[in-house]
C-alpha cells in the first residue's frame, strides 16, 4: 500500500535533538514532492519476519535455552531454576492466599481449594493499582503499601472462609520480575523491569522484603512459595489439565517457563529432584540474538530505564508496541509530514500510545476509519485525514505483526529444544502452551500473527498436537496452588 500523508505536503522538522527533549520552537520547511511512503516502505522491510528470519529466532531461542541451562550467565536466557519440581494434582485442599505483583496493578486473591471433589470451591480477589511514585521511590515504601493493601483484605475475611486453629496464612507470592530464586520461598531481585526502578531492591530477597514489611504491620503470615507468573500461569492450568507443558506471559512484559527435565540441567549439578523434573523460567524477555530491530527499537532503548537488555520484551510486549508506533509517527510527521503543517505537540510525549490504542484502531474496519480519526483526536488533540489514519494503521500493523509472529517463534524455540531432547516423541502427542496477559488476551490480531507463526514454523500436523490456549486467572490461582503444594504444615 502506498500512502501519501497530507495533500499540501509540509515538512516540519526540529532541531537535531533526542524526540523526547524538544525544544518548543519548531522550523517549518515546506516541500510538495515529500511523502511518508519510503518511511513505511523501510519499516516494513526493516520488520519483515518471513518463514527463514522465524526459523533463525525459534533456533536461536533453542541454542541460548542449551547454554542458559549448562551454566548461570551462559546466554542472554538466564534459564532460571524455579525450584517447582511439584506441580498442583487437584488433592489440594484448604485456605491460600496469592499476592500478584508484576505491573502496574498488584492482585491480592484467597482461594479456597476443596480437593479433588471441591477444587476451587471459592476465590476472592482485589485489585490495586500501584502509585506510579512508588514504582520509583524505595524498596519499602513500595512493600509497606503491599502489606497494607493486603491487611485490609485479609480483614475482609469473613466467615466463609476459615484457617484451621495454630496456622497462619499461607501466602503463593508471585513476583513477575528476575529473581535469582535460591529456594522455593526466596530469591534475590536480578533486576528491575517494566518500568519499575525502585530502589534498594536489587540483590534483596524479596520475600524477605515482603516479611519485613508485614511484620511492620504485626501481620502473621508465611510466603510459602515464590513464584514467577509464568510459573503461576503453568501452575494454575496444570491443576485442570495434564498436557500443560509450557506457559507464556504476553502483557507489559512477555517471558515464558517450561516443565524441563531435570537431568536436562546442567547447572544443578546433580541435585535432581526425585520428581526427575523442574520447571523452568526462561526470562526469554531478555533474548536479544538476530532479532529484526530498526532504529526506533534502537532509539527506544537507549531511552529506557533498562538500556541494552530485555531487547525481546521490547519488541513483543504490551508495554512497548505504541511507544514503537508513536516513534515512527514522530519521523513520519518530522520527515513526511503525516499530519501535516503542524506536529502535534502530544506527540514527543513518550508512551502516550498504549497498545489497547493501537488495538481499538485495528478494530475499526469502516471505510472512513471514523474510530480511528477519534481515538488519535483523543490522544493527539487533532483531526488527521483519512490518508494519514490509512499510513498509522499500517504502521501499527506492521509493529504488532512483527512482534505477535516473533513471539510465536519464541514458543517454537521452547517447543522443539524439549521435542529435540525426547527424541521426537513431543510433537507425537498433544502438548499445551497456556497463555496469560493482557496482549494476548485483548488483541486478535497480535494472536492471529503469533497462531500463524506457530503454524508456519511447525507446520499443519504437527500444530495440531500444539494446543494454544488461554484461561482466566490460571496465573493467580496458580501461586495459591503452589502454596498448597509447598505449605509448611503439609
Ligand atoms: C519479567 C518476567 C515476567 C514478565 C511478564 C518481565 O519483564 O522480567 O519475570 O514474567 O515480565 O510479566
Known amino acids: 500500500m502506498a500512502v501519501a500523508a497530507a495533500s499540501g505536503t509540509v515538512v516540519s522538522f526540529y532541531a537535531a535533538t533526542s524526540s523526547s527533549k524538544r525544544p518548543r520552537v519548531r522550523m517549518t520547511v515546506r516541500s510538495s514532492s515529500l511523502s511518508v511512503t519510503p518511511i513505511l516502505t523501510n519499516l516494513q522491510n526493516t520488520c519483515a519476519t518471513p518463514l527463514p528470519t522465524l526459523r533463525r529466532v525459534a533456533d536461536a531461542i533453542t541454542a541460548d535455552m542449551r547454554a542458559g541451562l549448562a551454566v548461570d550467565g551462559g ?20 485456605l491460600f492466599y496469592a499476592l500478584d505483583l508484576g505491573g502496574t496493578n498488584f492482585r491480592v486473591l484467597r482461594v479456597h481449594l476443596g480437593g479433588k471433589e471441591g477444587r476451587v470451591i471459592d476465590t476472592e480477589f482485589e485489585r490495586v493499582t500501584i502509585p506510579e511514585e512508588l514504582m520509583l521511590g524505595t524498596s519499602e515504601e513500595l512493600f509497606d503499601f503491599i502489606a497494607l493493601r493486603l491487611e485490609t483484605f485479609v480483614q475482609k475475611e469473613g466467615g466463609r472462609f476459615h484457617l484451621p486453629q495454630g496456622r497462619n496464612r499461607e501466602i503463593g507470592f508471585t513476583f513477575s520480575f ?21 530502589s534498594g531492591t536489587a540483590g534483596r530477597d524479596v520475600v524477605a522484603c515482603l516479611n519485613e514489611a508485614m511484620e511492620r504491620r504485626r501481620l ?29 506471559v504476553l502483557g507489559t512484559g512477555t517471558n515464558a517457563c517450561y516443565v524441563e527435565r531435570a537431568d536436562a540441567i546442567q547447572k544443578l549439578q546433580g541435585q535432581t529432584p526425585s520428581s526427575g523434573i523442574m520447571v523452568v523460567n526462561t526470562e526469554w524477555g531478555a533474548f536479544s540474538n538476530g532479532l529484526p530491530l530498526t532504529e526506533f527499537d534502537r532509539e527506544m532503548d537507549v531511552a529506557s530505564l533498562n538500556p541494552g537488555e530485555h531487547i525481546f520484551e ?121 497463555m496469560d496477559g493482557s496482549l494476548y488476551e485483548h488483541y486478535p490480531q497480535y494472536r492471529g500473527y503469533l497462531q500463524d507463526a506457530v503454524i508456519e514454523l511447525l507446520g499443519s500436523e504437527i500444530s495440531k498436537n500444539v494446543i494454544i490456549q488461554h484461561k482466566k486467572d490460571g496465573s493467580g490461582i496458580g501461586a495459591a496452588l503452589l502454596a498448597a503444594v509447598y505449605s509448611k504444615y503439609k
Open 220 to 248: 502473621d503470615m508465611h510466603v510459602s512459595a515464590l513464584v514467577n507468573d509464568t510459573v503461576g500461569t503453568l501452575a494454575g492450568a496444570r491443576y485442570w489439565d495434564d498436557d500443560v507443558m509450557v506457559a507464556v
Open 75 to 94: 546466554s542472554d536466557l538466564k534459564m532460571i531454576i524455579s525450584f517447582v519440581d511439584s506441580l498442583p494434582t487437584g488433592d489440594e485442599e484448604g
Open 314 to 434: 521490547k519488541t513483543i510486549s504490551g508495554m512497548y508496541l505504541g511507544e514503537i508506533v508513536r516513534r515512527v509517527l514522530v519521523s513520519m510527521a518530522d520527515c513526511g509530514a503525516l499530519f501535516g503543517e503542524s506536529v502535534p505537540e502530544k506527540l514527543s510525549t513518550p508512551f502516550i500510545l498504549r497498545s489497547p490504542d493501537l488495538c481499538a484502531m485495528q478494530q475499526d474496519k469502516s471505510d472512513d476509519l471514523e474510530a480511528v480519526g477519534s481515538i488519535l483526536r483523543d490522544i493527539f488533540g487533532v483531526s488527521v485525514n483519512l490518508s494519514a489514519r490509512k499510513m498509522i494503521l499500517e504502521v501499527c500493523d506492521t509493529i504488532v505483526k512483527r512482534g505477535g509472529r516473533l513471539a510465536g517463534a519464541g514458543i517454537v524455540g521452547i517447543l522443539q529444544k524439549m521435542e529435540q531432547d525426547t527424541n521426537g516423541l513431543l510433537f507425537e502427542k498433544r502438548t499445551v502452551v497456556e
Open 178 to 198: 528476575p529473581i535469582k530464586q535460591t529456594s522455593i520461598d526466596s530469591g534475590t531481585l536480578i533486576t528491575w523491569t517494566k518500568g519499575f526502578a525502585v
